[in-house]
């Protein structure tokens, strides 16, 4: 019985190896990169920029929507399209043809750059957070589809859930607020009724104020560089009456092949 003490133990080993690895990496790769972005994307337009607004900088470490927490963040910040065609990998310097070559790469190359607090998937929010419903388009789809009152209501309990957890009324005045405006903003388009209305606080838009400065510059100069020539040119000498102006006269071989040089030509 001794001699088999050693491979039933590396057998057993070597299961539980792969029972801890098949506990990590499954939790990583049945996160949907697309899906994610879609979802992050969605947070970025409709929801980060307005923190700041309602006086709220970051969110708890508890929430799930704290983008620390979020998965594929960092990948996202590790992506670049050089191209229409081209997709770069800033952790690696490879060139790929689509985003979704480059997401497949981050999973099999780049998976020990997840920091160890992100494992939040985004993804798993998409219903939530109307990723599927951001566009008009799509949006007058859904109303026009049928819509089942008990989905919708398992999702509004689940985003009033989140909304309770990131931002507890209780905690004070602001957080009060943000509760509200995540309410509106999300949760109370979760209903069958034709006139819901998704993202009534409507996109976050970016400021342009820099851009008008330097339009606003470059056109003040410009008034008054030509102001500036209109003023030399008014104050230069004009010549008065009607002067007769000459010409030089065409000489040597120009005046045979010219004739018409030669002639005196009045210019009044």
Known sequence: ????????LLLFLGTCGSASAQEITPTVKKCSQERSRRAREVLDSYFYPFLPQMGKGNLSADCAL???????RVYEQHKKEVRRNQW?????????RTEHFLDK?????????????????LADYCDVL??????????????????????MSKRRHRCEAVGHRCFPPEDGANMAHLHDFFMHQFCDAHTCSSDRQLFPHGRAEKSHG??????????????????????IERDKPRAGGMQRLRQPKAKGVLTMLMPWR????KVY
């Open 105 to 121: 790469h981050f999973e099999n190359r780049h998976l020990s750059e997840i920091p160890s607090g992100a494992e939040v998937c």
């Open 66 to 72: 704290q983008p620390s927490r979020d998965m594929y």
């Open 210 to 231: 820099f851009l008008y400065l330097i339009l606003g510059l470059i056109t003040v100069s410009i008034a008054i560089l030509y102001t500036c020539v209109y003023c």
């Open 130 to 151: 109307h990723c599927d419903a951001d566009s008009m388009m799509v949006a007058k789809h859904e109303q026009l589809k049928a819509c089942k009152p008990s989905e």
């Open 262 to 265: 030669g002639k005196k030509k």
């Open 1 to 8: 019985m001794r001699p088999l003490r050693a491979p039933l």
């Open 88 to 96: 770069k990998c800033l952790l690696c310097d490879k060139i790929f």
